[in-house]
């Protein structure tokens, strides 16, 4: 039973994780793709509040957060062009130059892959959030056209974010 709530407060997680960058076309308050929705910021505060926390539950359900927001900036890391709504607003500055919205969605997305890895505790759970990395990039990636370059962003979050992480769980915790 607590596999089974662990999992849908992973995939729950990893849902709300996808939907959250997004919320900020739903308020008057923030331009799309906003610093603070588009970035590492609020899967942070989650990783902050959950990081010494021996609840796995909420554990997986950060990680989720951080996987899918991970795996909606690799893909916003792609847009047609890099103009309008494609580049990261800063609220009372506005939108930002092409390099900087890049580097700021590469960055959100090794950092939300980093903090996912970093809440796993045993090598088991290791192995499964590269999986489920995986597969949560093929569901989200299941209605999108280009898929070869937000794959290979995912991957190297992933490969950046590897060996310190697999070190981490040899020296730490196993």
């Known amino acids: 039973m607590r596999i089974l709530i662990g999992a849908f407060a992973l995939v729950a997680g990893i849902v709300i994780g996808n939907w959250l960058p997004d919320i900020d076309q739903r308020t008057q308050l923030l331009l799309h793709r906003s610093i603070i929705t588009h970035g590492p910021l609020i899967p942070l505060i989650g990783f902050a509040v959950v990081f010494h926390s021996n609840v796995r539950v909420l554990r997986w359900f950060v990680i989720g957060i951080c996987i899918g927001t991970a795996v909606h900036l690799c893909f916003d890391l792609f847009p047609m062009g890099w103009r309008g709504y494609a580049l990261v607003s800063i609220p009372a500055f506005g939108r930002t130059p092409p390099f900087f919205s890049w580097i700021w969605l590469g960055f959100g997305t090794v950092a939300c892959v980093f903090m996912a890895a970093k809440l796993v505790r045993s090598g ?37 974010c590897a060996k310190p992480l697999f070190q981490w769980a040899v020296s730490e915790q196993f």
């Open 124 to 160: 088991g759970e290791l192995m499964l959030f590269f999986l489920v990395l995986v597969v949560s990039f093929a569901l989200i990636a299941f209605d999108e056209s280009a898929l070869w370059r937000p794959l290979a962003a995912i991957a190297i979050a992933a490969l950046l």
